[in-house]
């Protein structure tokens, strides 16, 4: 099966936002409704953990430490789920998965988009008379 295709991720300063997609380019409509979708985030050496989760019934679960931060939606009309990621943690930092789970238990998988939260180097200001 083909991978599910995840987009959005990149570097960001604590504190800004990003905002995540997820599709699957050959969904139907009737599918992406019915399943559930997931958004999980691995660091190295450590399992996958669910971030946020959106079920066929409009229920939306997030992990305690997104809460407030995260925001899990769904786009019909494009058939993607995104996932809005504000007020950004170093915490944060991780490769970030989307899941999908069919009416049959079929679960598939994206590929993962790296997320760093982290300050910049600076820039020197000098300024002399």
């Known amino acids: 099966q083909e991978p599910l295709v995840e987009s959005g991720g990149g570097l960001v300063e604590p504190g800004g936002s990003l905002r995540l997609s997820c599709a699957d380019p050959r969904i139907i409509l009737s599918t992406f409704w019915g399943n559930t979708w997931a958004w999980y985030h691995q660091t190295p050496g450590n399992e996958r953990e669910l971030v946020a989760e959106?079920?066929?019934?409009?229920?939306?679960n997030y992990a305690d430490s997104v809460k407030g931060r995260f925001t899990i939606s769904r786009d019909n009309a494009r058939k993607r789920v995104y996932l809005q990621m504000n007020n950004l943690k170093p915490e944060d930092t991780a490769v970030y998965y989307c899941?999908?789970?069919?009416?049959?238990?079929?679960?598939?998988w994206g590929q993962g988009t790296q997320v760093t939260v982290r300050w910049g180097q600076g820039t020197q200001v000098t300024v002399s008379s």
């Open positions: 899941k999908s789970i069919d009416s049959r238990g079929t679960v598939r």
């Open positions: 959106s079920t066929p019934g409009g229920t939306t």
